[in-house]
């Protein structure tokens, strides 16, 4: 069985930044096509960063040019560096399969909020 786990977040006052990792394991997993989701409270969970055919990547449009997505094959884990945090980023953060989450299960997650 697959083992998403995020870890990472934290509490961080706006404009500061925080960087989470998610590593996947079990069931010889690739994290190929693995990227970021979160999940603001009320709001439907959405996409924020994965990658695209080869190396490129790709953003939500809120989080472009202050976010980066990175990954390191030999540890299975995928990062997402978070800069110039706003209240708006507030959430809880996950990782999955991009653009279509196919992993299950979800992994738990890693609070993120950025206090005004």
Known sequence: QVQLVESGGGLVQAGGSLSL???????RTSIIAVGWYRQAPGKQRELVAGYGKSTSTYYADSVKGRFTISRDHAENTVYLRMSSLKPEDTAVYY???TPTPLLTPWGQGTQVTVSS
């Open 21 to 27: 990792a998610c590593v996947v394991s079990g069931s």
């Open 95 to 97: 990782c999955n399969t």
